[in-house]
């Protein structure tokens, strides 16, 4: 009997710790799905999760990052429309000039107010998840 399993992947919430308000990057992604992501990948064989997100971030964008936090698993069955992946999705932080390498084909720096509201996969929902846990963690004399 042949086993399938959901693949993992990694994605990356990449803060930019040198500008005001430490905006994120987002890649304009070269292969479909197309439109805007958050840096990320598959794990390949062998490769902790944590490297992968450090060597996504490298190949995709150019910057070295380093993991703050493991932030949320997400799973969906249909969260990528070419196969039942599961993402481990980290916050990372780094300085400089991202690039746009590897499959994307550009990069793009957000604020919080200026993120796109549609987002390749289910990276929407993942961004909307951290502006929360971003919000609540900077002011919480306003948790519930």
Not at 18 to 44: C, K, M, S, T
Not at 68 to 85: G, M, V
């Amino acid at each position: 009997m042949a086993y399938r399993n959901p693949t993992p992947t990694t994605d990356i919430i990449i803060e930019l710790i040198d500008r005001p308000h430490r905006p994120i990057v987002l890649i304009e992604r070269l292969n479909p799905p197309h439109g805007w992501a958050l840096p990320g990948g598959f794990v390949d064989y062998g490769e902790s999760l944590e490297t992968a997100a450090i060597r996504e971030a490298k190949e995709e964008v150019g910057l070295e990052v380093s993991l703050i936090e493991q932030f949320h698993l997400y799973s969906a069955p249909d969260r990528d429309p070419r196969q039942h992946t599961i993402a481990l999705v980290f916050i990372a932080t780094a300085t400089g000039e991202p690039i746009a390498q590897d499959d994307a084909k550009s990069v793009g720096i957000f604020n919080p107010w200026e993120i796109p509201s549609q987002l390749c996969f289910d990276h929407s929902q993942i961004v909307r998840d951290y502006l929360h846990y971003r919000h609540y963690q900077l002011r919480p004399e306003i948790r519930l």
